[in-house]
């Protein structure tokens, strides 16, 4: 997936002259073909995060649409008075390309784990989130900046996903029934796909897009279910849990919404698999089937 993204970085910068690609050290033997075809658009910062947003504020200063690629983590942990500086109170058209969510690196330990990060950034105004859930996602979401103009931070997932097809903002996969509603985004949208795929009563809710919704066309297809749970690998008092049971009470929708997520907590195991995480927290396919039963 982080090669769908960078491909439609390079793409963009043939036809977009003011685009410009930073990185913080991150991308070897991925973004190099950037830095060979626009040698005078791509800045390596080295391993400073921080810099890479105010390199980043200062090319948004003279015109140009910087796009500032790193660790998700350190993206929006280590920079986080930048963005909220640069980004939220100056308004400059950063995009954010986070490389890794939710456990994808759980061998390096939790300084490296990707739960809370966009959670952290609905706190500051006017930025997308995005979250590819599939291959055509990912090729598709630099064209959607472009088209939106504003703004944004993409959390790429590692791995490379075909389902689901459709690369919309919001992509409803019904099922047979209208008994259980899995609503999921990323990679762990997989893990749903995959019991749905088990049990075709099951009907999957995947987001691409995190930031805006439509909450009127969400509202819609939660109303319409017995069950709802939200499947996610970062923490729910800041994910898109918290996003819809605010939606439901603003808009006076009578539906419980249940979570199915990480607790809040930061687990120090080292050496251990993204799967250790899925099986201990009950976000694998065994997990989920034992939750909606």
């Known amino acids: 997936m982080r090669g769908k993204v960078i491909d439609a970085v390079l793409e963009s910068m043939a036809t977009n002259p003011d685009t410009f690609f930073l990185t913080a ?3 070897i033997n991925l973004v ?22 105010g390199v980043s504020a200062g090319l948004a ?3 140009y649409r910087p796009f500032a690629y790193t ?4 993206n929006v942990h280590r920079c986080y008075e930048q963005i909220r500086n640069e980004i939220g109170i100056n308004g400059h058209p950063i995009v954010l390309l986070g490389t890794s969510t939710g456990y994808d690196n759980a061998p390096l330990g939790p300084t490296h784990h990707i739960i809370d990060d966009w959670g952290a950034l609905r706190n500051i105004p006017g930025i ?3 979250c590819p859930s599939s291959v055509n996602a990912a090729t ?3 064209p959607k900046i472009f088209s939106r103009g504003r703004p944004a931070y993409v959390r790429i997932p590692k791995g490379g996903f075909e389902k689901p097809e459709s690369s919309d903002d919001m992509v409803l996969l019904t099922g047979e029934g209208k008994g259980v509603l899995l609503i999921s985004y990323g990679s762990i949208a997989q893990n749903c796909l995959a019991v749905q795929e088990a049990d075709s009563s099951v009907s999957v809710l995947v987001f691409n897009c995190l930031r805006p919704i439509d909450e009127e066309a969400v509202g819609k297809v939660i109303s319409g279910y017995d069950k709802v749970f939200v499947v996610e690998d970062h ?10 049971c605010e939606l439901v009470v ?3 929708i009578l539906k419980k919404i249940t979570s199915i997520a990480p607790p809040p907590v930061y687990d120090l195991e080292v050496g251990v698999t993204p799967g250790f995480y899925q099986r201990k927290f009950g976000l694998d396919v065994p997990g989920i089937q034992k939750a909606i039963l």
């Open 235 to 244: 923490f729910p008092e800041t994910g898109l849990y918290s996003v819809l």
């Open 61 to 63: 200063n003279l015109g």
């Open 71 to 74: 660790i998700s983590n350190f």
């Open 25 to 27: 050290d991150m991308g």
């Open 140 to 142: 598709e979401v630099v």
């Open 32 to 53: 190099e073909k950037i830095q060979e075809a626009y040698p005078d658009r791509f800045c390596n910062v080295g391993i400073a995060e921080q810099n890479l947003i």
């Open 128 to 130: 997308d989130i995005y």
């Open 250 to 252: 603003k808009n006076g």
